[in-house]
């Protein structure tokens, strides 16, 4: 992994298009802004994370479980 | 299993274009190129850039999003407000951006489903929902609170036999 020290103020560009920036540092929190093409979605680690993990558990469901009868939801506002 | 799997209209269109999808699940199904869905940064986490819907009737609780370029690859997803009267979906303004969508109206909502044996084991991840786009599909992330990436589907179910107990 590179390590880089930077001050608020500076940045670091990532390839060509990507800045990343340090804002402001208070304590033990960084805030960054993160300037990336539109293509580029931009996520906090933990969240991509947690639905990475959730998508790949929700692949892993079996047709058989299912059914086209599933128990009517009471909730149903249309 | 009963009924043809067809996909969901999610668009219309008369086009006699027919892509062929593969699928471990279901086997081979055409499918009208116009209901074929652009995932242009694919599902978080595990790629993919071309899906279709597919449904066995057009009120069918559950939907299928499947790869049309990986016959394994398919995840159960359903309308939230069928299950969840007060979600909501916020995107941070870059967010809305990128993906094209200035109001609600622009998009149809759908959240992936973690099927499981048991009913009341069944999950809804509320956090990442799936946006579709004209026949572009987004997996975003919803900036409401309360928004669980696992979220009981049939909570319901499971308050019964805990209150017997």
């Known amino acids: ?78 | 299993m009963s009924g043809p799997l067809d996909s969901h209209p999610t668009n219309g269109g008369d086009s006699r274009m027919a892509v062929t999808l593969q699928s471990s699940r279901f086997g081979e199904l055409q499918i009208p190129e116009e209901a074929v869905l652009d995932f242009p940064s694919g599902l978080i986490g595990l790629g993919g850039r071309r899906f279709a819907l597919l449904a066995r009737s057009d009120d069918s609780a559950f939907v299928w999003l499947h790869s049309m370029d990986d016959a394994d690859l398919a995840i159960p997803v359903t309308n939230p407000w069928r299950f969840f009267d007060d979600y909501a979906v916020e995107l941070d303004d870059d967010e809305a951006q990128r993906i094209g969508v200035t109001s609600p109206e622009d998009a149809t909502v759908y959240v992936t489903v973690r099927a499981a044996p048991a009913l009341e084991d069944f999950r809804a991840n509320l956090r990442a929902p799936i946006l579709v786009v004209g026949n572009h599909g987004h997996q975003v992330i919803n900036q409401a609170p309360d928004s669980p990436v696992r979220a009981p589907l049939f909570a319901d179910l499971k308050e019964e036999p805990s209150k017997a107990a």
């Open chain 1, 1 to 78: 992994m590179l390590i880089i020290t930077r001050r608020p103020g500076e940045k670091i560009m990532v390839g060509e298009d990507v800045v990343v920036e340090v804002i402001e540092v208070s304590g033990s929190s960084v805030r960054i802004g993160i300037a990336a093409p539109k293509s580029i979605p931009v996520y906090r680690e933990e969240i991509w994370a947690a639905v990475q993990a959730e998508n790949r558990a929700a692949a892993a469901s079996d047709v058989a479980q299912l059914p086209d009868d599933v128990p009517t939801p009471t909730k149903n506002p249309q």
